[in-house]
């Protein structure tokens, strides 16, 4: 199978879709982007969600990554284990058919806590093959669970997952405190209180006083702000003193990134450089193309 002309490429989570046409040259000619997440399609409809997005995007090769590639997805494709790098993910492919294969996720078992992975070593591997990050460094990727990877020689050797984000999203849905958690959380003075506050190391504590502030007639400014400072906040203390000091490089959505830089520069006294913030969708892009070159 030849694929170094056209191709569609499909980020494919638990909640939310994405894919593009990409041209032979690499530019991005055509995309969509829908809830068409793992979890709304039945077990045997991803033959038949496949199709539509050929209809839609064109008749190519197509290559996936992400929650696609789980026991809930389309295949339940295994893991790469650490260390790991884009021409072992090549390798791993899971094809469906000769013009369409799903890339394998991340493993990581040992004596570390057990970790996996899927979508964000795509990531990875399109800001190491667009020369963003170095070969050894460390990264965070923001999002529902959080990771912190060290890269060893263009290697992923080790990572962790913080699930932050799917806590912030329960306890603002479902918890005794979603009234106070109305918003969105920004940078600015309640998100650095938040950090602040955290380096108690028991976020916990801290945020029921978001709820017996407002009781008392002394609500909290910007609550959704604080508590995500509070959160993000324990998160970036404990992956730093576990992943290392460093100054990351980070990966993700430019909103989520700004909060963590955020709290990185409050956490460490220095702040991450414009040039350490990646743009999630050209990484994942950019690792596909990345894996591609590794097939022939």
């Known amino acids: 199978m030849d694929w170094h002309g056209p191709f569609i490429a499909v980020d494919w989570g638990t909640t939310n879709r994405r ?15 829908d809830g068409g997440g793992i979890t709304s399609v039945p077990a045997a409809g991803f033959d038949a969600e496949a199709a539509a997005l050929r209809a839609r995007l064109g008749d190519l090769p197509m290559l996936l990554g992400g929650m696609i590639g789980s026991d809930r997805g389309w295949r339940n494709v295994a ?19 000769p013009r369409t294969g799903i890339v394998p996720g991340v ?36 999002g529902t669970h959080a990771k912190w990877v060290q890269l060893e020689g263009g290697r992923i050797a080790r990572f962790a997952t913080w699930m932050t984000g799917e806590v912030f999203a329960l306890i ?28 108690d190391r028991d976020p916990l504590g801290h945020l029921f006083a978001l709820r017996a502030g407002r009781l008392l007639g002394t609500p909290l400014p910007d609550a959704p702000s604080y508590a995500s400072g509070l959160l993000i906040g324990a998160e970036v203390r404990a992956a730093l ?30 702040g991450v450089q414009p040039d350490q913030i990646i743009d999630g969708e050209w990484a994942f892009l950019t690792g596909l193309r990345a894996i591609i070159r590794e097939l022939a």
């Open 79 to 97: 893991y790469v284990p650490c260390p790991a790098d884009a021409r072992s993910l090549a390798a791993g492919i899971c094809w469906i058919d």
């Open 19 to 33: 894919a593009w046409r990409i041209g032979a040259d690499g530019t991005v000619q055509d995309s969509l982007a």
């Open 107 to 142: 493993s990581q078992k040992g004596p570390q806590v057990p970790e996996v992975m899927r979508g964000e070593e795509v990531q990875i591997f399109g800001a190491l093959a667009g020369n963003t990050i170095p070969p050894d460094s460390l990264v965070c990727h923001p």
């Open 241 to 270: 003193a576990r992943m290392g000091d460093g100054s990351p490089y980070l990966i993700g959505r430019p909103d989520l990134c700004a909060l963590y830089a955020a709290a990185i520069a409050e956490v460490r006294g220095t």
């Open 172 to 199: 603002s849905r479902h918890s005794i405190l979603a009234s106070e958690l109305e918003g969105t959380a920004q940078p600015g003075p309640a998100f650095a209180a938040g950090v602040a506050a955290s380096a």
